[in-house]
């Protein structure tokens, strides 16, 4: 913990280890109301504080609703832990409860366990020295991060050669009329205007995207908030060729034209070469 909260010292955050529950949410409002105070913060805490452990979710769930709030749990094996305890011959927080400090890394483990469940991030420090576990941590939050975009990809797919993976949203739109029985556009793609516009000729088609453009115009900024960054919409028809294609291309382009804040949008075909379904 020390060695991330030292790192993070040298991006200039403003950092505190150990802070009083209470004194959480009231410390951060009276520094972000200084002038020219500091615009980044780190706080290490550990399982020591009870009421943290039990308070978590609603905590954060209030500082989320005021700052760009990221969450990251730092874990190792009980053994590299019992190790580093007895090289550096600091006593473990929770040692009284445990009476052993191998029983005492085993409780605070299972203290733990929701939090590191909810963090945005998890570092699993078993094999990582010290300066690497420093670098990864510069890594995450570096001052790249203060200009930071969210990545949205929109990915056409085929249910027929399978669910797309991972995917934030999903999507399905066989319900839309089908170029696959033109015989005229049955062997072309999306990607070509004509089959587009035989798609959009369907009324419900506009109707949808208007749907999804405005989910999304809501949704990304959400997120980009919470501090994720990479979003995967995901257009499912039959065989990934004919539908999907031609509306996660339109999905882009209408996105794009929101200019919706801090976000990259890309699309990409899964199956756009193989897809043959109906």
């Not at 020591?48 to 990251?72: A, G, M």
């Not at 996660?248 to 379904?277: C, F, T, W, Y």
């Amino acid at each position: 913990k020390s060695t991330v909260i030292n790192a993070l010292e040298d991006l200039s955050f403003y950092c505190m280890e150990n802070l009083p529950f209470d004194l959480i949410e009231s410390a951060l409002d009276h520094l972000t109301r200084e002038k020219n105070g500091p615009q980044r913060f780190a706080i290490g805490i550990d399982a020591r504080d009870k009421r943290f452990v039990k308070e978590f979710k609603n905590l954060t769930e209030k500082l989320r609703k005021k700052f760009r709030l990221d969450v990251l749990f730092l874990s190792s094996s009980d053994e590299v832990l019992a190790e580093r305890f007895s090289t550096t011959r600091r006593k473990h927080p929770l040692l009284d409860v445990g009476g052993e400090l191998i029983a005492a890394i085993q409780h605070e483990i299972n203290l733990m366990q929701p939090i590191e469940l909810a963090a945005d991030a998890s570092f699993d420090t078993t094999l990582w020295s010290p300066h690497y576990l420093a670098r990864k941590a510069e890594e995450r939050y570096s001052g790249a991060d203060l200009h930071r975009k969210l990545q949205v990809t929109v990915v056409s797919f085929g249910f027929k050669h399978g669910m797309l993976k991972p995917a934030d949203t999903i999507f399905d739109v066989r319900f839309l009329r089908n170029p696959y029985f033109d015989p005229n556009l049955k062997h072309r793609t999306g990607l070509e205007p004509e089959v587009a516009a035989y798609v959009f000729e369907d009324p419900a088609t506009d109707i949808f995207m208007e749907k999804i453009v405005d989910l999304h115009s809501f949704l990304l900024p959400a997120y980009y908030l919470e501090g994720k960054h990479y979003f995967r919409i995901g257009i499912g028809c039959t065989g990934g060729k004919h539908r999907s294609v031609a509306l996660a291309e339109r999905l882009v382009k209408d996105l794009a034209a929101k200019k919706i804040p801090n976000v990259e949008l890309s699309v990409s075909h899964r199956d756009v070469m193989i897809g043959q379904g109906i």
